[in-house]
């Protein structure tokens, strides 16, 4: 769609040159409105690009699909006002396969209620809907690996690098540390959705054996997200929120915050990072 980016006048300031006129590059930011059935579902404000992959995430999120196989169709509409004519490439039309229920009408959704739904009833609600499980998959990554990450996520980050206004999250490969797919947006949660759409899309759920890692901090819907589509190890480089703790204990997830250089911080399911020269802890 070429909307990735924008170019706008900007006047730059510093002390030793004053004020000076450049041309200056942004992340764009539009609406997209998620449509199942002919009925809008959810607007969330994203980058252009992948969007098949961000309502495809947002679905496996909210418990309305679990596998590739439940989606059938997804194509950009007219938008509001166009009376149907002329795409404005920012409504998405989802069509689910034959027996899949649709979603409940003016439903609450937790990426967007989760500041008001905040504690226990929130987190066994996650459990509950989850049809992939994490507590018990064998999952393990090594420390090696994991620090290797951030590197690899900074390098694929390209439209981060000319605007500096991106978050990413990338999924690994837990046991060879390969990268497999890397996506980017101006919401952390777009990012993944994003990434979780690309595994739907591949009918690759659920994500036993991998690693999620996102450029910023932890919080609980992201959590939320990574339990949701069978990830077992959730990684940031940033600190995670107390709630997001409270939900990766309760779901068997490993959650690793300020993963940066050669050290990390792991508050839940530790048995799943594996050091080759272990200490002994206090």
Avoid at 88 to 116: D, I, K, M, Q
Avoid at 180 to 198: M, Q, S
Avoid at 265 to 280: K, T
Wanted: neutral net charge.
């Amino acid at each position: 769609m070429g909307r990735l980016t924008a170019r706008r006048p900007v006047v730059r300031i510093a002390l030793a040159t004053g004020a000076t006129r450049h041309i200056d590059v942004l992340a764009v930011e539009e609406p997209l409105e998620i449509r199942v059935g002919g009925k809008p579902l959810a607007v969330t404000m994203r980058t252009p690009g992948s969007d098949v992959e961000l309502a495809a995430g947002f679905l496996v999120s909210e418990g309305v699909i679990a596998r590739g196989g439940e989606l059938r169709t997804a194509i950009h509409c007219g938008g509001p006002g166009s009376g149907g004519e002329g795409n404005t490439y920012n409504v998405l039309e989802v069509t689910l396969a034959p027996g899949v229920a649709a979603p409940e009408p003016n439903r609450n959704f937790y990426t967007t209620s989760s500041c008001g739904v905040c504690g226990k009833a929130s987190i066994e609600a996650v459990a509950t809907v989850s049809t992939h499980p994490v507590a018990s998959d064998p999952t393990s990554v090594s420390v090696e690996a994991l620090t290797r990450m951030p590197g690899l996520l900074r390098q694929q980050q390209a439209i981060f690098h000319k605007t500096g206004g991106l978050h990413a999250a990338a999924l690994f490969d837990a046991g060879t540390g390969e990268l497999l797919v890397l996506r980017e947006d101006v919401g952390r949660h777009n990012a993944v959705d994003k990434v979780v759409g690309w595994a739907v899309l591949g009918d690759r759920l659920p994500l036993a054996g991998t690693v999620l890692l996102v450029s910023g901090r932890a919080s609980f819907e992201l959590v939320q997200k990574a339990v949701m589509a069978g990830v077992a190890v959730l990684a940031a480089v940033s600190a995670p929120s107390s709630l997001a703790v409270e939900l990766a204990e309760s779901s068997g997830l490993a959650l690793v915050g300020f993963l940066r250089g050669e050290s990390m911080n792991v508050y839940s399911r530790a048995d799943r990072v594996v050091v080759s020269s272990p200490s002994e802890l206090p």
